[in-house]
């Protein structure tokens, strides 16, 4: 592979919203498990969107059906705004993201895309177990995150 400047500027930025995101979840909870949790999600999101780019996942880096992996992220996002960046409801967000990147290897196993490729289908099933096992790691950790958020709130003050 051969890097430009518009490869290392995209690097550049993916790596600096990976830096933001991560120092703003750390500043909204001292919960160990939320952190890790966090940063499983943001590193399998950084892998993803830089495997995708620069190979592809299915088939080569210019197959369109590659494009299926941006909407595994806009579930884990959108689910992720809608539990409020809650632990209990990340979790839950997670676990889908883990469903949409499964889905769309059965996509594409059934429908043959990427299957001229020559590893195919190896390739689809080894890195989607890789990233499902990362949101499932993630997702874990939200759940620890919000046993001890719950705990927490059930001790007595004073």
């Not at 960046?85 to 967000?93: E, I, L, T, Y």
């Amino acid at each position: 592979m051969d890097w430009d400047v518009l490869d290392f500027a995209v690097f550049a930025a993916m790596l600096l919203g990976v830096v933001v995101i991560f120092t703003l979840a750390k500043r909204k909870a001292d919960n160990t498990a939320y952190r890790f949790a966090v940063g499983v999600a943001l590193t399998a999101a950084f892998i993803l969107i830089w495997v995708n780019g620069a190979v592809g996942i299915i088939g080569d880096a210019n197959n369109d059906a590659n494009m299926m992996f941006f909407g595994v992220l806009a579930v884990g996002i959108i689910g992720a705004i809608i539990a409020r960046f809650q632990p209990h409801g990340m979790a839950r967000a997670l676990y889908a993201t883990a469903l949409a990147q499964t889905a769309v290897a059965v996509i594409a196993l059934i429908a043959g895309l990427g299957s001229t490729g020559p590893i195919w289908p190896k390739d689809i099933l080894v890195l989607t177990g890789f990233f499902v096992a990362l949101w499932l790691l993630s997702a874990w950790l939200f759940r620890n995150a919000a046993r001890e958020q719950h705990s927490a709130g059930a001790e007595p003050k004073g």
